[in-house]
């Protein structure tokens, strides 16, 4: 089998190249993002492997038909930016990776905590430059604070744990709650009263029409001030603008981000030589209580190879395993 890899990084062809080195796979790699202005690259191809931000809609897939391709294997768990429908009704099939080390985003959603809550990349810079000076710096206890997560699938439950460690009082909110988490001292309730009384809120759900936006002026009104939002899912569960409202306002206090919505026109690339053409993700950076990151939460050697193996394994088996969680189309 030819594969067409896309979006792909030095670190990424490293792992594959790994995993693929005893298999008859021939990998190709290329550092564009596979859209309607890359189809080209697919002719001669069987299969491609994307990532997040690959836009892999109705019209590529019927290209991607025309040229050969059987299959389409996504080297991340959220499937969003693919058209499932016209997958199925095309014969192609669709692969993701539903769990690399769901501990590695948890973690780093704790990170930017950690780091809004003790501003360690205010005083970073201060230390550097010599100013030792504490005033603007305080913090608070994350023992006995109220957390909030909205989604407690893998991901969601490394987080609930870890900040029952910190000795929080873990919300949850799920459609399906899980039995488990709640046997670890954690809590179900109706999204609007997780949201009344969280100091934290959490985002670990996926994005689809039900929970685009979810955080937008509506359901700021209903949260403490100061409230701290944390979205290491998907960027477009929050609406940027109306956040950057909130931060006006003082109804969010703190704001870490590990996604953005229009995050596929500069993430994973260097745009330090470049002016961003995004006013509204340029004013959010400005906020001293903002920390963007750049779609890192899953950037661990765990994940990336759990990755790769994956993927290695969905394309040479061109099926699902028996659970059938690989397999989405």
Partial sequence: MKVAVFSCKPYDKRTLTHFAATTELSMTYFESR??????????GFDAVSCFVNDDINAQVIR?????????????????????????KAE?????????YSPTSVAEHAVALIMTLNRKTHRAYHRVKEGNFALEGLMGFNLEGKTVGCIGTGRIGAAFCRIMKGFGCRVLCYD??????????????????ELYQQSDIISLHCPLNPATHHLINKDSLDKMKDGVMIINTSRGALVHAQEAIDALYSGKIGYLGLDVYEQENKIFFEDMSSHIIQDSVFQLMLTFPNVVVTGHQGYFTDEALNHIAETTIDNLLHHQSDSSGARQLA
Avoid: W
């Avoid at 709650?177 to 609007?192: A, F, M, V």
């Fill in 34 to 43: 596979l859209s309607m202005e890359t189809i080209s690259l697919v002719k």
């Fill in 63 to 87: 290209l991607l038909k025309q040229q050969g391709v059987t299959t389409i294997a996504l080297r991340c768990a959220g499937f969003n930016n693919v058209d499932l429908e016209a997958a």
């Fill in 91 to 99: 014969g192609i099939k669709v692969f993701h990776v539903p769990d």
């Fill in 175 to 192: 459609l399906h709650p899980s039995q488990t988490l709640i046997e670890q001292g954690c809590q179900y309730l109706p999204l609007d």
